[in-house]
């Protein structure tokens, strides 16, 4: 281990989503996420990342016709196991009836108890949008429902169906995002149907409920392959949506009525199913 390492801080006005997708698509290292940013470590000095972020800032705003304000801070500071200190900084979360929580911490008596292999580049359930997802699951995934889950990354969705009784297949276009789940489905003792790297255009069923926590541009660019994986009573719970893109996300799915929705800050959580003629 070398003596020093290099820690960015990053600040961002808004797109945290975005600009998540795209550290994790370029950085061989993993990244902590906080409420507004991104704290960046690595032995490596992280000039060549940092000026990426701002070629990436710049094409967003041209993109999007906004302005986004980005800020970072990198020091050089003395080494230390900085990842185990990560770890343990993470703590249990509740959403009930689940119980999230590290592996060196106890299960709760009484609650449905899902253990993380707490990585930093996969979630904890400490999100908005994944608290109100495990939220609508249990509300509407029912003992062997069969379920889809669009985007599993840590798998903790899948997990949470999984122990409710329901038959669940999973996929995910990022290999990283597998091996997580797949260590993950280990550590809980349960079983998916199917685990695999793709999106759900290869999915060979269909469901009573199908979950995608991903971002909106994605949810707008599968559309019919969602619809394609669909029973024709079946619930679809998306999310990853800014309130802001909420219209243009009901506007690809036209034919489904709003059956809940679920709002935290500025993230919102849609459950919606097909119309009846």
Not at 196 to 202: F, I
Request: aromatic letters at 10%.
């Amino acid at each position: 281990m070398q003596e020093y390492y290099y820690e960015a801080v990053v600040r961002v006005s808004s797109q945290h989503e975005l600009f998540s997708d795209f550290l994790a698509d370029t950085l061989p290292v993993g990244f902590e996420e906080n409420e507004s940013g991104f704290i960046i470590r690595s032995e490596d000095k992280l000039d060549t990342i940092l000026w990426g972020l701002e070629q990436f800032r710049e094409a967003l705003s041209k993109a999007l016709g906004v302005g986004i304000e980005l800020e970072y801070e990198q020091k050089k500071l003395e080494n230390r196991d900085w990842i185990k200190a990560y770890e343990q900084s993470i703590e249990p979360v509740e959403v009930e009836p689940f119980y999230i929580y590290p592996a060196w911490c106890e299960p709760k008596d009484g609650a449905i108890n899902i253990v993380l292999d707490p990585s930093l580049a996969f979630g904890t359930g400490h999100h908005p949008t994944t608290q109100m997802v495990l939220r609508s699951i249990a509300q509407y995934v029912k003992k062997d429902h069969k379920v889809l889950d669009i985007g599993c990354g840590s798998s903790i969705l899948s997990i949470a169906a999984t122990k409710l009784g329901a038959v669940v297949d999973a996929c995910d276009t990022d290999e990283l995002s597998i091996e997580n789940s797949q260590k993950n489905i280990a550590i809980n003792g349960v079983k998916l149907n199917s685990l695999w790297l793709g999106s759900c255009d290869k999915a060979t069923d269909k469901y009573d409920v199908v979950v995608a926590n991903i971002v909106a541009d994605v949810l707008v660019f599968i559309a019919n392959d969602i619809k394609k994986v669909l029973k024709d009573d079946a619930i679809l719970i998306v999310s990853g949506i800014l309130d802001k893109y909420e219209q243009k996300v009901l506007r690809h799915y036209g034919e489904f009525e709003l059956v809940s929705r679920l709002s935290d800050a500025e993230w919102v959580t849609l459950a919606l199913k097909k119309k009846r003629d």
